[in-house]
């Protein structure tokens, strides 16, 4: 088996080593974060260069939004609004990592063969459409396996564990761990799903003992950009959360995340720096 602290890009092994910044460009008019939501052929590409430029070296493309209570989307209007921005994308910019946040099998095949995607992120881990292990197995990409009870709409009502929340999200990875490999699918990414089916107290003992997922010694994603767990704990808003952020985003690195999931991409950029110059 290749070494996990690599993924596999279309035959080009990238290396995670040194921790990468996922920049989000959302194509939804209704995600919690106004700043990286665009609904347009310009605004997409105002976004994703402002994420090459200020240092991104992932694009998350999302066409559904996560928040709690949002509107379902239909999967057409959902590769309606990926056919617009991948291919624009892609053209501009044909050397850079495209990953789509989807939970539809038949999204993740049309943006991976139609669009020339790279990785599929699936907050709902194979939950939400029970062909998507089959499918990411038969792409043979990335996949990111996140920890969530439930869907957008419901997720805030099922935060009762019958036991420590870690011990829950550890369980739950190793299940879909074992199942995806049986399937043939090694490049496995792992999401603690900050903010999803957990309260706040639930999220911060989550970080507090992320370096346990480590053990499964799979990359590490953590996405906790201007989140709840910040502004609510804060009393204060998303726009005046990315001081939380950052400091969030500090404590991950130093718990062994290998990809920060955010909206401010030199930030970000500028915090592994730092963290890179004293490890």
């Known amino acids: 088996m290749k070494n996990s602290m690599t993924l596999n890009i279309k035959g080009t092994l990238i290396s995670l080593q040194r ?41 998350d493309v999302g066409a559904y939004s996560s928040r709690q209570g949002a509107d379902d989307v239909s999967e057409e209007e959902e590769i309606r609004r990926l056919a617009l921005a991948l291919p624009l994308i892609r053209e501009k910019y044909p050397e850079t990592v495209i990953s ?13 063969e139609e669009c020339g995607a790279h990785i599929i992120n699936d907050i709902t881990a194979g939950e939400g459409d029970p062909f998507m292990f089959e499918t990411i197995a038969k792409l043979n990409v990335p996949y990111i396996v996140m920890h969530m009870r439930g869907n957008p709409q419901t997720m805030q009502e099922l935060t009762n564990y019958k036991g420590d929340i870690t011990t829950e999200v550890i369980a739950y990875f ?29 999220n ?27 502004y609510k704990y804060l009393n204060s808003t998303p726009e ?15 718990k062994g995340a290998n990809i920060l999931r955010v909206h401010d991409v030199k930030e970000c950029v500028d915090t592994i720096k730092i963290f890179e110059k004293l490890r």
Request: overall charge neutral; hydrophobic content about 45%; some cysteine.
């Open 174 to 202: 190793s299940e879909k761990i074992n199942t995806l490999r049986s399937m043939g699918v090694n490049d496995i990414i792992l999401d603690p799903g900050f903010g999803f089916a957990k309260t706040l107290e639930q």
């Open 100 to 112: 789509v946040d989807t939970f539809r099998a038949n999204v993740a095949r049309y943006a991976i």
């Open 240 to 254: 005046d959360s990315l001081p939380g952020t950052i400091a969030l985003n500090s404590f991950a690195l130093a």
């Open 19 to 59: 921790p990468l910044v996922m920049g989000i460009l959302n194509i939804t008019p209704d995600s919690f974060y106004g700043g990286c939501r665009c609904f347009e052929a310009d605004a997409i590409l105002r976004r994703a260069d402002e994420i090459i430029a200020q240092g991104g070296d992932i694009i």
């Open 204 to 230: 911060y003992i989550l970080m507090k003992n992320l370096g346990d997922i480590a053990q499964f010694k799979l990359p590490l994603l953590v996405g906790i950009s201007r989140k709840t767990m910040i």
